[in-house]
């Protein structure tokens, strides 16, 4: 018969199991919902952004800031810190340890963040695929391609995805009902008719094209898109738009 295992063996078996676990992990991380990567606002300002040390706008300190690693905005008198607090949970200024220079955000004096991120920070190389600004040229969050897995700024997410996204087949139908779609939205890869193109949501402006009831964007009339079985295609020039997290 086998040998009956011993409580230190189980226990070294499921640490390497997790070890395992978390070096698979490193490779696919979700950059969108990674705690470096999250929304905050200015506290001075008000102007959203990308989780910073500095508001990238007016370069001011926020009250709470949130760790790059770990995502906590406060830290226990239990944890493992660098500086220790006992009997006293330490807030805003007095929680953080260090910038991170890929991400460009506080990391907590956590003993594990402190050793751990800088080594796997999401962010190393972030340089979006459409404009080559890293972290450091823009005020927007990061995101991946959901089909070539390149980096993207904010700015450049949805028109990059649309120009790369395959589609495994050709329609122009309505998505809400059968009839043929007159309004075609290029983020959503969708048509619409005329009465499904309507939304309570976003307001048609007078004299302009509804937008897509699904995202907001501008809808164009089929007819003038220039479509095929593998691409949606529009001109380069209806795809510019204005960078809203660049400084004035």
Request: hydrophobic fraction near 25%; proline fraction near 4%; charge should be positive.
């Amino acid at each position: 018969m086998p040998k009956k295992k011993t409580g230190a063996r189980k226990k070294a078996e499921s640490r390497k199991e997790r070890e395992k676990q978390i070096r698979a992990n490193r490779e696919h991380v979700d950059v969108a919902k990674h705690p470096c990567n999250v929304n905050m606002e200015c506290d001075k300002c008000q102007r959203k952004q990308k989780n910073r040390a500095f508001c990238y706008f007016c370069s001011s300190v926020q009250k709470l800031p949130v760790c790059a690693q770990c995502g906590k905005t406060k830290c226990m008198k239990s944890s493992d810190c660098v500086i220790k607090h006992p009997g006293i949970h330490s807030t805003g200024m007095a929680m953080v340890g260090a910038v991170c220079d890929f991400c460009e955000a506080w990391v907590c004096h956590g003993r594990k963040c402190l050793s751990t991120h800088a080594c796997a920070c999401p962010l190393t190389d972030a340089d979006c695929i459409e404009c080559d600004r890293s972290v450091w040229d823009h005020g927007g969050r990061i995101f991946r391609c959901s089909f070539c897995q390149n980096f993207l700024c904010e700015d450049d997410q949805f028109e990059h995805q649309a120009s790369c996204q395959v589609l495994q087949a050709e329609t122009f139908k309505c998505v809400s009902c059968n009839r043929l779609g007159q309004h075609s939205c290029l983020r959503c890869k969708a048509c619409y008719c005329d009465d499904h193109a309507k939304s309570k949501v976003f307001k048609q402006e007078k004299g302009k094209a509804p937008p897509c009831p699904k995202c907001g964007h501008e809808t164009q009339e089929t007819k003038d898109l220039s479509m095929s079985s593998k691409f949606w295609k529009k001109l380069p020039n209806l795809l510019k738009a204005k960078s809203v997290h660049e400084r004035p």
